[in-house]
């Protein structure tokens, strides 16, 4: 079997990666960050990061908390209840009520083009629960990106 050393990809190049004189490491080599991201249908609502939501209980006139995965943080923007009760597509809808003494159930239903599916439930969560679900969220909406991006690439290729 030939084998082609340093081709420029992680496979075969065994050079290590070096930081930069910022003490950074490239950007391309950054582990865990996304290299193409799908956002649709970006509203102009005020979208904070999750964390600082979820130290409250949910308002009253509110449906959830509409989720997105940027640059490894969650940000969140109010659902209302006056809003339209579907999901938009790809996007993660976090809902959360008191459980007592110090505990938070949480759910996650994911918006799809032809539904609304329930996607996680966290019982009984304590304290600051966004890095419980931030794994989950991120996957789930990098992954739904990935598939539609996918998709549209294989409907302009049919054509």
């Known amino acids: 079997m030939t084998r082609y050393h340093r081709c420029g990809r992680p496979c075969c190049d065994p050079s290590p990666v070096r930081p930069s004189s910022s003490g950074r490491r490239p950007r391309s ?7 193409l991201t799908l956002v649709q249908g970006t509203e102009t609502r005020r979208t904070v990061e999750l964390s600082t939501l979820t130290r409250e209980p949910m308002p009253a006139d509110v449906r959830g908390a509409i989720v ?40 996650a239903h994911l918006g799809l083009a032809g539904a609304q599916v329930l996607l996680a439930v966290w019982p ?36």
Request: proline letters at 6%; a positive charge; zero cysteines.
């Open 68 to 107: 997105t995965s940027v640059d490894g943080r969650l940000m969140a923007t109010w659902m209302p209840l006056s809003a339209p009760s579907r999901v938009p597509q790809g996007r993660v809808l976090l809902s959360w009520t008191h459980a007592g003494e110090d505990r938070t159930d949480v759910t």
């Open 29 to 35: 080599a950054r582990a865990g960050r996304p290299v």
């Open 124 to 159: 009984g969560l304590r304290g600051e629960w966004s890095g419980v679900v931030r794994p989950t969220v991120a996957e789930v909406t990098e992954l739904h990106a990935a598939l539609r991006l996918a998709t549209v690439v294989l409907d302009r290729l049919a054509d």
